[in-house]
């Protein structure tokens, strides 16, 4: 079992034509994504050429629109890798044409303009799932692949993870590779986002095949500190966290746009006090979070 992304998925690329689009599009169909198209309105009309988990050559079609895309692919999950500039159209494309999941790669698009695409999908009800934006996407190991998660750090088990950091999704992903994942997220650092930790947790919880759940956090907002009371009212299953920041300084925005701490609010040692308050096991480092998951599934 796996959340939001399996091997049936099929999944279109905004933005394929380029050299994001074009150099991902490739990790994809070797991770074995179901890659089944693209989109560029300049280029309709036109293939890319690739080459499949197999090894084998293919061509893969390039559609106006992410409409046109759908009904002739039958794709439900689109990947952009678009320009900040136009990241807000081609979402809006994506959640207008109905496409079940959108990840939104880029970084760098104006918070106004996330805001605007998560307003657009509230009011289309909801139809579509938004990872990102400025995140690494998600992966179910060995079934598919949608962003840019290394696909050969880890295998397929029975931990869920969801993380706001790109990097540190990774680490963890190695870290505990020996034990494997149902599905690992990568949920973006911008103020404004669509799948939340609590969305990722909820599926998780529900996920019959998922036996205990990662949550890595950030200094900024208060995310961690909500997703920490929905795990004490909703959550059963064991959950380990770890939260990035502890060293940051006070008032400065940290590498990702929404870590930013003001006062007490946001700092790294109010996070690990809701999620311990919570049950959660929190580690100080990365090494020693994958150690606690370790620790806490030998003593179930």
């Known amino acids: 079992m796996s959340i939001f992304l399996n091997s049936d998925s099929k999944i279109i690329v905004q933005g394929i034509t380029g050299g994001e689009g074009t150099k991902h599009t490739a990790r994809m169909l070797a991770a074995g994504s179901n890659v089944v198209g693209g989109v560029n309105a300049r280029k309709a009309g036109t293939t890319v050429k690739h080459v499949d988990k197999n090894g084998d050559d293919i061509e893969l079609p390039v559609f106006a629109t992410v409409a046109e895309a759908m009904e002739a692919t039958g ?25 079940g999941l959108l990840v939104v790669i880029t970084e760098g698009i104006p918070v106004q303009d996330s805001a ?17 934006p400025n995140c690494p996407g998600i992966i179910s190991p060995e079934q598919s ?16 993870l969801v993380s706001k950091s ?40 529900a996920d019959p095949e998922t036996e205990a759940i990662v949550m890595i956090g950030e200094i900024g907002g208060d995310a961690e500190e909500r997703a920490a009371a929905y ?5 059963s299953k064991p959950v380990v966290g770890y939260v990035a920041g502890f060293t940051a300084p006070e008032g400065k925005t940290m590498g990702h746009a929404g870590a930013i701490v003001s006062g007490s609010s946001g700092t790294a040692q109010a996070k690990k006090e809701a999620l311990e308050a919570a049950g959660v096991k929190v580690g100080k480092t990365p090494t020693e979070t994958a150690e606690l998951m370790r620790e806490l599934l030998a003593g179930k």
């Open 231 to 235: 795990i004490k009212e909703n959550v």
């Open 166 to 205: 790109g990097t540190l999704t990774y680490q963890m992903m190695y870290e505990l590779r020996d034990l494997g994942f149902s599905t690992a997220i990568g949920i973006g650092g911008d103020p404004v986002i669509g799948t939340t930790h609590i969305d990722a947790l909820e599926a998780f919880e």
């Open 145 to 160: 692949l949608a962003g840019i998660i290394p696909a050969n750090i880890t295998k397929k088990g029975k931990l869920g």
């Open 75 to 99: 794709a439900d999950v689109s990947v952009a890798f678009v320009p900040p500039a136009f990241s807000k159209d081609a979402a809006i494309e994506a959640i207008d044409a109905g496409i």
């Open 116 to 132: 605007e695409v998560w307003a657009r999908a509230q009011a289309a009800g909801n139809k579509t799932r938004i990872i990102g």
